[in-house]
């Protein structure tokens, strides 16, 4: 069973420019969570997503947003980068909320953001 | 806000010895508590504990979930060098978000 699959793993932007970030979750799953990581924080939570709907969502300013298609996968957006916004971003697949195995989290390799 | 805390922050032992790790948390209606292994990529899932599943073992690794003190603790026996990494430790509550603690980095020497 292939695992989560995250691109551009590496990714190198300017401030004020945007990117997005893709992200296919296990086969059968329908949830995917993201999570920014940086040395300072640690990993917070960004957003979850299920049935293409956004189910919960982080403390993280309006620059930030995502969105999921019909087979699952998931797309995360940053507008109007700043130096801050470099990180490691992390997208999580897990099944749905009516399984009992539904917080087991399984992450991508990530996708490294340079903003310089 | 939920809250998790791992101690100790850092750990250095020599191959062979056994590790203690622990994790504490706040969180409004506990849901489970995750362990994960970070070596230079993204974090791998050891084990789920949760209200009736609060023992968990792996081979070497075991965890335990105390309720009653809102903690728990993984163990690694007989380390080896390749179980050196940060080991993170999450919690999930009434939302499926996971909050983690800022992780122990371990490190296992010769």
């Known amino acids: 069973k292939a695992g989560v699959t995250q691109t551009p793993r590496y990714l190198i932007k300017t401030r004020g420019q945007q990117v997005t970030l893709s992200c296919s979750p296990i086969s059968g799953h329908r949830s995917v969570s993201w999570y920014q990581q940086t040395p300072g924080q640690g990993l917070q939570f960004l957003f979850e997503y299920f049935s293409e709907t956004q189910r919960n969502k982080g403390n993280f300013p309006g620059r930030f947003s995502g969105r999921q298609f019909s087979n699952s996968r998931s797309e995360m957006n940053v507008s109007t980068l700043e130096l801050g916004d470099s990180a490691l971003y992390l997208c999580?697949?897990?099944?749905?909320?009516?399984?009992?195995?539904?917080?087991?989290?399984?992450f991508g390799p990530g996708t490294r953001l340079t903003v310089l | 806000e939920d809250k998790v805390v791992q101690s100790p922050l850092s750990l250095v032992v020599h191959e062979g010895d056994t590790v203690t790790l622990n994790c504490s948390y706040e969180v409004t209606n506990f849901r489970s508590l995750l362990w994960y292994k970070q070596e230079k990529k993204a974090p791998t899932f050891l084990f789920m504990l949760t209200s009736s599943g609060i023992e968990k073992k792996s081979g070497r690794l075991s965890s335990i979930l105390d309720k009653k003190e809102l903690s728990s603790i993984l163990n690694i026996t007989a380390t080896q060098t390749g179980d050196s990494a940060i080991y993170l430790c999450?919690?999930?509550?009434?939302?499926?978000?996971?909050?983690f603690g800022t992780g122990t980095r371990l490190q296992v020497t010769l």
């Open positions: 999450a919690v999930s509550g009434t939302a499926s978000k996971l909050t």
């Open positions: 999580a697949s897990h099944r749905d909320r009516g399984s009992s195995s539904y917080n087991e989290q399984f």
